[in-house]
């Protein structure tokens, strides 16, 4: 038995061919930029979900914002009404969302 094995041996008290089993060689390095990687990912994953929701969110509140296609007054209309008047100068609108105009 090597000098090494001996001294594993002693170590954990397991013989010295089941340590190097179970023992993978890796460099620090590669450990690092694997954690960091993943770390990494995770944010990205993270902040993608929330600007999803942002982005559906700022849709979701503008779904019902009109604006007057005279006055240029924006109001809100939940209504079933195709065409909503406008509540300063009573000209129908249609439903555009303010995203595309
Ligand atoms: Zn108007």
Known sequence: MSDVGRQLTRRFNTPSFVIRL???RVHLTFIVIFYVTIFLAAVAVFWA???RRRH?????ALQFQIRCAIC???FEDRS???LPSCPR???PNERVGL???
């Open 22 to 24: 179970r023992m993978i």
């Open 49 to 51: 979900l929330e600007a």
């Open 56 to 60: 559906r969110a700022g849709r979701r």
């Open 72 to 74: 240029g007054l924006e």
């Open 80 to 82: 079933d009404v195709p």
């Open 89 to 91: 100068c009573g000209r």
């Open 99 to 101: 995203d595309r105009l």
